[in-house]
């Protein structure tokens, strides 16, 4: 199960930082993420984030996202800066895990989180 939180309000050209903690029966975590949905359109990615910490963004966050996890959390961050209208959207947490060494990943989604940015 993810959580997600820390959605809200914010200005343009703020900062918000979005956090997410996995719980639940898994032997791994593999890659963490991020990704967001408009009403009406498809859910696109934001950024992800590997169990080696590589990282992968979107064109139109590179340079102001930042994704991060914390291990011993078993979480994902995503510290967002210059925020632009164009960024509201419902953000959701993503990740993918094993049960048990040799097993299968097992794709899971949080309940997602409203970010809003104002001009």
């Known amino acids: 199960q993810l959580q997600a939180f820390g959605g809200g309000l914010v200005q343009a050209w703020g900062s918000l930082t979005l956090s997410c903690a996995a719980s639940?029966?898994?032997?791994?975590?593999?890659?963490m993420g991020w990704y967001r949905q408009d009403p009406g359109k498809q859910r696109e990615l934001v950024a992800t984030?590997?169990?080696?910490?590589?990282?992968n963004y979107a064109d139109y966050v590179k340079g102001r996202f930042t994704i991060s996890r914390d291990y011993a959390k078993n979480a994902v961050y995503l510290h967002m800066n210059s925020l632009k209208p164009e960024d509201t959207a419902v953000y959701y947490c993503?990740?993918?895990?094993?049960?048990?060494?040799?097993?299968?990943?097992?794709?899971?989604w949080g309940q997602g989180t409203l970010v809003t940015v104002s001009s």
């Open positions: 639940g029966n898994f032997a791994t975590i593999n890659t």
């Open positions: 984030i590997t169990s080696s910490d590589n990282t």
């Open positions: 993503h990740a993918e895990y094993q049960t048990a060494s040799f097993t299968p990943a097992v794709s899971t």
